[in-house]
């Protein structure tokens, strides 16, 4: 249930916030912790070693992946911004 919660609250980050860097800001932080609720869930209804760690690989691939497309979506969003604003 808190981790439906933390993805409706970033649903409604990246609908009401203002630009695109900002809504992207909050559909990663959110949906990070969001995703690792449901695996730390996920644990606790299986809590197998093979589960464990499978779960646990499920987690660093999500935290070291989301974070980076989340820099590289910014970085294009700064660019284009930067394109744009330079056209006299």
């Given at each position: 249930m808190a981790g439906a919660i933390l993805l409706l609250i970033a649903a409604w980050g990246v609908v009401r916030l203002p630009?695109?860097?900002?809504?992207?800001?909050?559909?990663?932080?959110?949906?990070?912790?969001?995703?690792?609720?449901?695996?730390?869930?996920?644990?606790?209804?299986?809590?197998?070693?093979a589960w464990i760690g499978r779960l646990m690989l499920l987690t660093l691939l999500v935290l070291i992946t989301l974070p980076v497309a989340s820099h590289v979506l910014a970085r294009a969003a700064v660019r284009e911004i930067e394109g744009i604003s330079k056209i006299p």
């Amino acid at each position: 249930m808190a981790g439906a919660i933390l993805l409706l609250i970033a649903a409604w980050g990246v609908v009401r916030l203002p630009d695109a860097l900002s809504r992207q800001h909050a559909a990663t932080k959110a949906g990070t912790l969001a995703l690792a609720v449901f695996i730390l869930g996920a644990g606790l209804l299986m809590p197998e070693p093979a589960w464990i760690g499978r779960l646990m690989l499920l987690t660093l691939l999500v935290l070291i992946t989301l974070p980076v497309a989340s820099h590289v979506l910014a970085r294009a969003a700064v660019r284009e911004i930067e394109g744009i604003s330079k056209i006299p």
